[in-house]
C-alpha cells in the first residue's frame, strides 16, 4: 500500500500533479490541480502534498477505529444520500426504507456520522422492535440492512466499530428470522375460498393464484402473458430482483383465464393500482363471508404457497427457489412451521 505523488508537463508549459496509488494489489491514479505559470507553486505543491498525506492515511486507517479529522465533519444525512446513490445491491428500496427508520428514529441529520455511539445503535434496534409500526419479518429486515450500512462506514473509517460492535439483535428478538409470524391457509380453507363470494373477482382471483405461485402484489403489477410460457411462470422477484421459474399446476392455470394483451389481473381503480389496504380489506371482508377467523393479508398467498410445497413433500432447497429466495436460511420458518403443525397433530392424537 502507498501513494506516489506525480507531475506531469502540459503541452502549454504548465503541469499537473496526480497520485499513483497501491491498495490492496490494485493500482490506480487520482488527477489533482494544474500549476500554470503565474501560479504559486510552492503553495500548490504544499496543497498537492497534503491531498496525498491524507489519501495515505484514509487507506492506512481502513479497517481500523481511526476516523481522520476531515472524515468528522461529514454528517449523517450527507453520508446517507451518498451511501444510497452509490448502492447497487437489488435490495436498494428496502436499503432505504431502513435508514429512512434511522433518521426518522434519530431526528438529528446534522450530527456527524462519527459522532453517533452505542445508546444511539441500541436505540434503534428497540424502536425497530417496539415503536417503529413494524411487524413480522421486517424489523430483524431493517437492522441487518442498518448494520451493513454502519460496517461499511466503519470499512471507510468514518465509525469505529466500536460504536455497534456490542449491540446484538438478540436470539429471542430473531422470532420473525425463524419463525412464520403470518397466517397461512389450509387446502380446506382455500377450496372454501374458492366457493365463496368476494366483492372484488380480480382481488379474489389474484390472490388465490398467489396460494399457488408465491408471488406477492408487486409482481402481479408487472404479470402479462409473456411470463407464462408453456405453462411455466417465469418472472423476476420486485423485492430480490431473482428470477422465478415454475411449472404451474392446472388449477394455477385455470385462474390465469384467458390470454389477453396487457396485465393478466386488473387490480387498478380509476387507473391506479388498489394500495395495499384496499387490497386487504376486500380479504378481510372475503373471509369474514367464508366464515375463515384469520387475519389474511395479501402476502399470506406466498406464505401459504410455500406452506403447501412443504406438506407436499417438496425439498426445502427446491421450495427456496420457487420463492426466489437467494438462500434456504429465509424459507426454514415455512418447515418450521410444518414440523409445528406435525407435532401438535401427532400430541393431540387419542
Known sequence: MGVKLNERKLANGAKRYYLTIWNNGIRSYEWLHTVEKKDDKKQKKLLAESIRAQRALEIESEGTNYVPKHKKKVSLKEYIKNYLDNYKQKDIRTM????????????????????????????????????????????????????????????????????????????????????LTKQVLTEEEIKLLKETYCGNAEVKRAFLFACYSGLGYAEFKTLTWKNIINDKLNIDRAKSGRTINIKLSKSAILLLGERSKGLIFNLKHNDKFLSDNAINKNLKNWMKKAKIEKDITFYCGRHTYAVRLLNNGTNLKTVSDALGHATSTHTIKYLNHVNNLKDEATFNLD
Open 96 to 179: 432505504d426504507n431502513a435508514l429512512k427508520k434511522f433518521q426518522e428514529y434519530l431526528k438529528k441529520p446534522k450530527l456527524p456520522i462519527s459522532s453517533l455511539n452505542h445508546l444511539h445503535i441500541d436505540g434503534f434496534r428497540l424502536y425497530l422492535l417496539n415503536e417503529a409500526g413494524l411487524k413480522g419479518e421486517t424489523p430483524y429486515s431493517y437492522w441487518r440492512r442498518f448494520k451493513k450500512m454502519l460496517i461499511h462506514a466503519k470499512n471507510q473509517s468514518f465509525l469505529k466499530e466500536s460504536v455497534y460492535k456490542n449491540v446484538k439483535w438478540n436470539s429471542k428478538d430473531k422470532k420473525a428470522e425463524t419463525t
